[in-house]
Each structure stands twice: as structure tokens, then as C-alpha cells.
């Protein structure tokens, strides 16, 4: 093959029009009566009106936005007829010829921008905002249906993990969440052999059935990424109304989010008493199992990815030894979050906390009990869940894998757990043991995999490069193979994990990464010109995880998510410079929102997907839409290599339900 791609992932890195348009028009309206008379004199009044039929408030947003995606500052009158690109090439000529009242407008857009909280247009990224309106540019959708999640409303959130699967995939990758819905809804769900069988157990043998999960997804815009509400809301009916499950034997765990919903969204909801931790007790009310809540924790140190022992240490032994802060019933608990949440200790870090039963006994996992794990996303379950398995071997291998070593004198090795998962973490983990309610099957569309195998059969070598830091490790690799841990064809892939910060360089949580918002960045970046110099990849894909991490800390440190971006900007411009400078192409893209919103959380926004070529030959296909979804990018690749054709013939057959629900990926672009 002649052409060479680089595909980079600015993962986290969304747009928000609705608050752009806003911005746009505070600006417009504070503008003082200098700067209005310039604008109605030299730029508005020159415009023909008659041809464009657009009012002075649209021109402004028009003129000023950073956004190339225009129609999104139009009403649906503006947009019919209505020439955007023309207008624009006669606005930009203005911009030149009114140099010093562009550059006071710009700065008193940036103000606003702070002033709004909207660090995508509070940081300067010069080069991303030239790169998007230069080369064809459309809106990504990241959210609901389209990256594999149910479909409704609220949407769900977009993250990482199935972000990376689309980006890996040639049509829609469904979720596991997706996969139990369609159960839910059919009542296949109810009879899932893996569950029952350890109710029955459990009830054959007078064990205690201890349910741990995420208090996450009651809708789609408040978490839902490793936990579903509605999950836990039926599996308490099959336990409680088609077994009859003693309630003096049940016991719950319920992990606090504020990462992927609001950072007190245990407690509150807007504001109200209405959180999760509200809506448990009076989800467990007319099961009479109100009393069956056992442990609170937070999912900062419960849900732990980076392998810091403390951490899985701590949620372990609240769970088999009752360590932690006792109070006497569920409200006291509540309280003490509360109390917590005062204190500025929020919900992912919330300490172990052990709820008295009625009879006021400790309650604890003991020898022999079953375990059943209602979280689905794999990645912050591994640790823990190989902890009660009593997995040191593999624990000691992941940990070293992050530079650690474990101690792991806290393992009780004769705790003979029976330890059930709504789905699987890693295939390691059934060999202690582990048993598989929904089990993961690698994706048969994963264009990495299908051009690999498509290449070997043709004789025609092809290797491909992907690089992150590890942080996003998991995402560089087994979600953008399409769960797969290892690559179909060895020999195809080429992969570089560069260490993130850790606990040497004052990292010790994913909540301390403000204190470097560069991360690894340059790093990952260097990486690959290094390596894509040497001529032997005919495609990268790299990730940048800046926006993501430093994201979900926005409340507190918003200029240093506004530096992460700054430093993003000079990075894609050295990538781009090397690009124009080797004649390869270039595929700029995200994973999924958050930088773009003032929360903790992800965002339901789009990003922004844009494609370059050295020889300005790729131009936008219409499609019909006026966006793409992450898993038409990989028919864009295959465009651009000349073989889309070809591959759509040697796809395996597609599912009936991905096609009448028009989730087949599509080719999104032309290239001349």
C-alpha cells in the first residue's frame, strides 16, 4: 500500500453548540458602542442581505465561532437556501481587514468562555481550530444507540470503553447492557442460568447471597457505564419474589459513583434529596429488604484500575472483615456521607462504611458464600473481583505491569468464595473460579482483526502501531481490538504503553492528575513520529487521554483542564507538520464527551471528527445525516487504503436487528 494513516484519539474531547451560541451572543450583546459601530459599518453592512437574508446577531456567531460546524448557529429558516460556506469566505476576508477589532472580540470570547465555565473555548488551540476549518469536518455522535448502549432518553453517556470498541469496529458494537435489555425486555433475564444457579445454591446450602454494584444508570445521562439500575431493580425481583430469598441472608454492597454521574449524586439530584442512595431505599422498600444494606464505599477505592493495593485492600476487607467507619442503620450511613460531602470528601472516595443489621451484628462475607457482581464494564472489576478469588498470581502480574509489587498478607486463602459476574472482567479469572452470567465474545467486525486477515490473504504486508499511556492501556488494546487481549494476527500489530504518573511522581489516584495536565502526552506523541518515521506502519492509532482524565476534575481545577487542551493544541500541530511533511493522512477524532461540559461526568455532546490528507483529496460524503458514528472512521481508513469494497464483500453476515435499526458503518467521506 501507498498511503499511510495516523488516526488520534483526543479522548474526552466533545463541543457544546449550545453553549458556544450562547457565548456568541452574551459577547454580541456586551459589545461596546465603538465595537458595534464596527461591526455595523465595516463587516455587516457590506454584506448583501438580499443573498443571505441573515440578521447581524447570526453573522456575529458566524463570524467568530470556532466551531467549522456551522448549520449548528442556524435555525432551520436560516438553513434553507442559505450559502454557509460563501457567507463564511466573506466574513473570514473581514476578518483580515479588521485585524484589531477580531483580536479585542476573540479575547472577550475567551473571557466569556471562563466566565461560562467552557474550557474548549477558554484554552487557545490555534492549530485544531485552523486544522478543523480547513479539512472536511463533521459532527461524531457518542452516545446512545450508536456506540451499543439501549436506546433511550436521556441518552446514555458515551465513555471510553465502548468509545474505543466503535473506533474498532465497522458497525455498531453492542454493549452488554444492550445484550441484558433485549433479555429484560424478552424475560430471558429472569431465567439466566448463571444467576439462578447461585441463588439456588445459596438457598440449598443456608449461604449468604452478598450483591455488590455500582448506584449508577437509573436514566442515561447520570452514569450507566459499569452499572445499570434497572439491572439491580430485576434481579432483586428474582431473588426476593421468584425465590423467596431470606432476607437475614441478603446482603448488599452499594459503591458510590461521582465520577460518571455528578460527584454528590449519591445524595443529591439537582440539588434535592432525591440521589441514589434515596432512590436505594426506596427501590429495597417493597421487597422488605430495606435492612439488607450492608457496606458503603466509594468507587475510587472499591473500583480501583491502577493496581494500588491499599485500595482493593480496603474494599476487601470491609467486605470479609467488617473494617470500616460502623454506624447503626442505613440513615446513619447517609448522614455520615452527607457529612463527608461537607468535608469535601465526595462520593468516588468515600471510606469503607459498615451498616449494623437490626439485631445490630456486623455483617461480613464468609467461607463459602456467594458473591454475585452486578457491574458490567470490565476494566474497574478486575482487582477486586481477583482479590475474593484469592488470584494472587494473576493480581502480582497486573501489578506488575504497573511498575507495583503486592503484598497481598490480606488474601484469605481459604475464603472458598463462590464469586458469580454479570459479566467477564478477564479470562484469567474464570480459571480461579470466577462464573460468567453474560460471557464476552469477541467482536467479529473489529477492523483491525478483518484487515489483518484481509491483507494475509492477499500476501501484502500490513502492520499497524497503537500507542497510550496506561491509564488507557486497556483502551489501546482489548477494547479497540474488539475484545480481544491479544491481536488476531502477531505480527499486524505493533503496541507501546508509556507509564502514566504514579504515586512516585505525586499521582496517587486518578483524582491527583490536575497536578500534571500535560500527562504523558508529549511522550505518547513522540512515540509514534519516532516510530511512524520509520516507514514500516501503514497505519497508528494513538490516544491522548489529557481531556478525559483531567475531565472529570473540572469543578475544581478548570485551568489546568484549559493548559491539557493548550498542550493538546501544540501536539496535534507538531503531528500535523510531520504528517504534511511525509505525505501521510491524518484522522483527528474523540471517544466520547466531557472537557466540554462543567461536571464530573461525560457529556451527551458530539465531538468533532476531522480528516486531512496531505493532497487535499477527501472531501465529506452526504450521507443524509449531519453527523457520522465512531464506527464509520474504520470505512473511512478502508477508503482512504482504496479496499472499502473489497472488505464490505468479506464482512461475515450481518445480524438482522444492527440492519433494520441502521447501524451498519458507512462510508463517510470521498476521496479523489
Not at 431493580?233 to 454521574?261: S, T, W
Not at 507501546?496 to 499521582?507: K, L
Request: glycine fraction near 6%; charge should be negative; include cysteine.
Amino acid at each position: 500500500m501507498q498511503k499511510k494513516i495516523v488516526e488520534v484519539i483526543i479522548d474526552g474531547y466533545g463541543f457544546n453548540p449550545a453553549l458556544e451560541k450562547e457565548i456568541l451572543i452574551s459577547v454580541y450583546d456586551s459589545l461596546s458602542n465603538h465595537h458595534k459601530t464596527i461591526f455595523s459599518e465595516k463587516i455587516y453592512r457590506n454584506i448583501d442581505i438580499k443573498i443571505f437574508k441573515v440578521g447581524p446577531e447570526t453573522v456575529f456567531c458566524l463570524m467568530f465561532s470556532r466551531n467549522p460546524l456551522y448549520n449548528y448557529f442556524l435555525d432551520e429558516k436560516e438553513q434553507k437556501g442559505l450559502n454557509v460556506r460563501d457567507l463564511v469566505e466573506i466574513l473570514d476576508s473581514s476578518r483580515e481587514t479588521n485585524s484589531e477589532f477580531v483580536d479585542d472580540v476573540s479575547s472577550m470570547i475567551n473571557d466569556m468562555a471562563r466566565e461560562k465555565h467552557y474550557a474548549v473555548w477558554a484554552a487557545k488551540t490555534p492549530w485544531i481550530d485552523n486544522l478543523r476549518k480547513q479539512y472536511p469536518s463533521i459532527a461524531t455522535k457518542t452516545s446512545g444507540l450508536d456506540i451499543g448502549y439501549e436506546d433511550i432518553r436521556p441518552e446514555v453517556q458515551g465513555n471510553s470503553e465502548t468509545g474505543h470498541q466503535q473506533l474498532g469496529n465497522m458497525m455498531v458494537a453492542p454493549q452488554i447492557p444492550l445484550e441484558v435489555s433485549i433479555d429484560i425486555e424478552s424475560g430471558k433475564f429472569t431465567d439466566n442460568k448463571c444467576l439462578n444457579k447461585a441463588i439456588v445454591k445459596a438457598l440449598k446450602n443456608k449461604l449468604n447471597l452478598n450483591i455488590t454494584i455500582l448506584l449508577s444508570g437509573q436514566f442515561g445521562n447520570d452514569g450507566r457505564v459499569h452499572s445499570c439500575w434497572d439491572h439491580l431493580e430485576v434481579f432483586l425481583k428474582i431473588v426476593c419474589e421468584k425465590h423467596n430469598f431470606p432476607r437475614d441472608r441478603l446482603r448488599i454492597q452499594a459503591i458510590l459513583d461521582g465520577r460518571d454521574a455528578p460527584l454528590k449524586s449519591s445524595i443529591e439530584d439537582r440539588g434535592s434529596e432525591k440521589g441514589f442512595l434515596y432512590a436505594l431505599k426506596s427501590l429495597l422498600k417493597p421487597f422488605d429488604a430495606e435492612d439488607c444494606v450492608a457496606w458503603i464505599i466509594g468507587r475510587g477505592i472499591a473500583m480501583d484500575r491502577d493496581y494500588e493495593e491499599e485500595r482493593t485492600q480496603k474494599d476487601y476487607e470491609l467486605l470479609v472483615s467488617g473494617k470500616g467507619k460502623i454506624v447503626e442503620n442505613y440513615d446513619e450511613a447517609v448522614a455520615l456521607v452527607q457529612k463527608s460531602h461537607q468535608a469535601q470528601i465526595f462520593d468516588p472516595f468515600i471510606e469503607p462504611i459498615v451498616i449494623k443489621n437490626k439485631q445490630g451484628d456486623i455483617r461480613t462475607i464468609e467461607k463459602n458464600d456467594i458473591v454475585i457482581n452486578l457491574n458490567f464494564r470490565a476494566d474497574r472489576q478486575r482487582a477486586r473481583i481477583a482479590g475474593l478469588l484469592g488470584a494472587k498470581q494473576f493480581l502480582q502480574g497486573e501489578a506488575n505491569k504497573k511498575n507495583k509489587s503486592w503484598r497481598m498478607d490480606w488474601i484469605d486463602d481459604d475464603l472458598n468464595l463462590s464469586v458469580n459476574c454479570l459479566t467477564e472482567y478477564h479470562p484469567a479469572l474464570q480459571e480461579y473460579g470466577a462464573k460468567i452470567a453474560y460471557p464476552i465474545r469477541e467482536q467479529p467486525f473489529n477492523f483491525l482483526s478483518i484487515l489483518s486477515n484481509y491483507f494475509k490473504r492477499k500476501d501484502v504486508p500490513f502492520r499497524y502501531l497503537l500507542v497510550a499511556e496506561s491509564t488507557k492501556a486497556v483502551h489501546m488494546g482489548y477494547f479497540i481490538r474488539g475484545r480481544r487481549e491479544y491481536p488476531e494476527i502477531d505480527d499486524s500489530e505493533v503496541r507501546f504503553v508509556i507509564p502514566s504518573y504514579a504515586r512516585e511522581d505525586g499521582i496517587h489516584t486518578d483524582d491527583d492528575y490536575y497536578k500534571t495536565p500535560q500527562m504523558k502526552a508529549f511522550e505518547v506523541a513522540g512515540k509514534l513520529l519516532n516510530e511512524f518515521a520509520s516507514g514500516t506502519y501503514d497505519l497508528a492509532i494513538i490516544n491522548l487521554s489529557n481531556p478525559d482524565m483531567l475531565g472529570h476534575l473540572i469543578n475544581e481545577h478548570f485551568d489546568e483542564n484549559v493548559r491539557c487542551l493548550e498542550i493538546i493544541d501544540t501536539i496535534i500541530g507538531t503531528i500535523f507538520e510531520f504528517a504534511l511533511k511525509d505525505g501521510f493522512n491524518l484522522i483527528l477524532t474523540s471517544d466520547h464527551g466531557n472537557i466540554d461540559e462543567f461536571g464530573s461526568s461525560h457529556s451527551l455532546n458530539k465531538v468533532i471528527t476531522t480528516f486531512i490528507s496531505p493532497d487535499d483529496s477527501i472531501s465529506l460524503k452526504n450521507t443524509g445525516r449531519d453527523y457520522i458514528r465512531l464506527f464509520d472512521i474504520p470505512w473511512a481508513i478502508c477508503e482512504i487504503f482504496g479496499i472499502s469494497d473489497e472488505i464490505r464483500n468479506a464482512l461475515p453476515p450481518i445480524p438482522e436487528w444492527i440492519t433494520e435499526k441502521g447501524l451498519n458503518g458507512e462510508v463517510p467521506i470521498i476521496v479523489e
